[in-house]
């Protein structure tokens, strides 16, 4: 009872101070509502500035509007109690006023706040139900403005539910509507409410991709309409700034990082310039960079524009940046996961635990607005991954601790002990070294002698007849044989392997096997850069064509040759004609 009397009171001191209010023009009301509307979505403050003056009116109506959109933007601001209770003096004086077709306006207008309230506060069941109900009004008066935004905000309630096909049917009405009626809008709501629902179908076909990344045609459709979003955006700056976004997340789903970034950074500029109040979008728009520079693994940098949506957060703790905090601060963890910080990768995973923990109903309804790559199970699941994997580190590094001491004491024990028995062991591996090179030195010495020995046989003739012979067998490629070796050659140019020896080392300056190994190798090469169906061999088959009998020994000459496996080489080349 006393709750009433002080509420009874206070509605009295409400209306008594109605009497002594400005009297609006309706030229001076209508430029007053229709402009804090529209920026209801852009700058709230100053949107309640606008309210703030129709509220001043001494008329019922007047009052009741500016209240109603007060009660919005209290919403907007997550002070439920503010809106209610602005939503209340709103209905009161909405009472006051007698029947008429502008009372009916209004009060679909304040039932269209009161759904937009309940959005807010995700009763997506009974924000539907206002929609509905104000919707029959407005047909009841024949508003088609309103009419077309009750049947919008009916499309956002069903996307925010999964219905996504449901949203793209009702907005696709909504656009058709909206032509019907072009006589109707000046050229500054045509403009807006055409570049407002675009950008809604854009949004809805982007949430479609992400929840079945298979279909392409998806996130094509949501290109088109982002960009259809743009180019009616000349009177409302929040829907270029959204759908340029937006484009840029399209860019970052078909990991064209790139083009992401470039046009992200691009948004961010264009908020900079404006004086609006973008704290959102600006706040996402430094997520979605730091997930670019994250997946094109520059750590640094994504921890620079991560470290940025934590500040924004802590600047101003509104459920409208959770969903960002979280995620960049799980990406922080990732990051010094990798860094090899444990210490680090645990304090940010805990941060974003607790406030997943904090928000776990506001986020259920809102898993899509992370990165389509991390699932809300996901999520929960890498953050308890490495705070798991700081505990064992910690218990496992206080044992290693131990262990260490234990080891370093043992060492310098054996260190001591072997010190002497090491210089001896040394003093002897040399004297071993030093009698292996004198005796390699005189084999070769020995080797060399007999072949001098034996070259003399050979007249200039000969030896410019078997180097005529060899490039002959060189250009039929026999070498590519598996039977051809150093014996098989001296048959073919009916020479001997000492011969052989000799005019390889003077002729060409490599030993039998060093230059057939190349030519092998050359031919493999050549054939991966010019023949398409060479490349689809494995390398067994690859190896045997070039004449090696074993794939291993094939792949190790390989290697030394280019640096690469045959599998590397091989999709190198691939990747270059594809670019």
Same mark, same amino acid.
């Not at 996901?378 to 991954?385: K, P």
């Not at 700081?390 to 004491?409: A, D, N, P, Q």
């Not at 064509?545 to 009998?549: D, I, L, N, T, V």
């Given at each position: 009872m006393r709750k009433l009397l002080i509420l009874v009171v206070l509605f009295s001191n409400v209306l008594a101070f109605s009497q002594n209010g400005k009297v609006l023009s309706d030229k001076e009301y209508y430029s !007053?509502?229709?402009e804090s509307r529209r920026l209801i979505n852009a700058n709230i403050d100053s949107s309640y500035i606008l309210a703030d003056k129709i509220e001043k009116s001494n008329k019922y109506l007047h009052k009741a509007f500016a209240l109603g959109i007060k009660s919005y933007i209290f919403q907007i601001k997550g002070d439920s109690i503010q809106s209610k209770k602005n939503y209340a003096k709103a209905v009161f004086f909405l009472n006051k006023e007698k029947n008429s077709i502008e009372k009916l306006k209004i009060q679909s207008y304040l039932i269209n706040f009161e759904g937009l309230s309940e959005w807010k506060r995700n009763n997506y069941l009974k924000s539907l139900d206002c929609f509905e109900k104000g919707e029959k009004i407005s047909e009841e008066i024949k508003d088609t403005f309103q009419i077309i935004k009750f049947m919008g905000n009916k499309a956002l309630i069903k996307s925010e539910i999964g219905e996504y096909n449901s949203a793209i049917k009702i907005t696709k009405k909504v656009l058709s509507l909206i032509d019907r009626n072009i006589n109707q809008y000046d050229e500054k709501q045509y403009y807006s409410n055409k570049s407002t629902n675009n950008l809604h179908l854009g949004w809805y076909f982007q949430k479609k991709y992400q929840n079945d990344v298979s279909k392409k045609n998806y996130l094509d459709s949501s290109f088109f309409y982002y960009e259809k979003a743009i180019f009616y955006s000349e009177y409302s700056l929040i829907n270029r700034i959204n759908a340029e976004k937006s484009i840029g997340i399209n860019f970052l789903l078909k990991d064209e990082?790139?083009?992401a970034l470039k046009l992200l950074k691009k948004t961010l500029v264009l908020i900079n310039e404006d004086d609006g109040d973008y704290k959102a979008e600006v706040a996402n728009i430094n997520y979605n960079i730091g997930c670019c520079y994250y997946f094109k693994r520059k750590r640094l940098e994504s921890l620079a524009y991560f470290k940025k949506v934590d500040s924004l957060y802590h600047s101003n703790k509104n459920k409208v940046h959770v969903v960002n905090y979280i995620g960049s601060n799980n990406y922080q963890a990732k990051i010094y996961l990798e860094l090899g910080n444990l210490n680090e990768a645990n304090k940010y995973s805990k941060i974003a635990s607790e406030e997943y923990e904090k928000n776990t109903e506001y986020l259920a309804n809102k898993k899509n607005e992370l990165i389509s790559r991390i699932s809300s199970?996901?999520?929960?699941? =890498?953050? @308890?991954?490495?705070?798991?994997k700081?505990?064992? =580190?910690?218990? !496992?590094?206080? /044992? @290693?601790?131990? /262990?260490?001491? @234990?080891?370093? @004491?043992v060492l310098v024990f054996l260190l001591v002990k072997t010190y002497r028995d090491k210089k001896r062991i040394i003093a002897k591996v040399n004297l071993l070294i030093e009698e292996s090179k004198n005796e390699r030195n005189k084999e070769e010495t020995i080797k060399n002698s007999e072949i001098d020995k034996k070259t003399i046989l050979i007249s200039g003739e000969e030896e410019d007849e078997i180097v005529k012979k060899i490039n002959l067998v060189n250009e039929k490629q026999l070498y590519l044989k598996q039977e051809f070796n150093q014996q098989y050659l001296a048959k073919k140019l009916k020479t001997n392997t000492t011969y052989l020896s000799y005019i390889f080392n003077k002729v060409y300056g490599k030993t039998f096997s060093v230059y057939y190994n190349e030519l092998r190798l050359d031919f493999v090469i050549n054939e991966i850069i010019n023949n398409k169906k060479f490349r689809e061999y494995s390398t067994q088959a690859i190896a045997e064509?070039?004449?090696?009998?074993n794939a291993d020994s094939f792949t190790i000459s390989f290697k030394k040759k280019t640096g690469l496996t045959p599998f590397q080489f091989i999709n190198e080349i691939k990747k270059r004609e594809f670019i």
């Open positions: !007053l509502q229709e990082y790139d083009k199970k996901e999520l929960q699941n =890498e953050m @308890l991954a490495i705070q798991k700081y505990r064992s =580190e910690f218990i !496992l590094g206080t /044992i @290693l601790k131990s /262990i260490i001491i @234990l080891f370093v @004491l064509s070039a004449g090696y009998k």
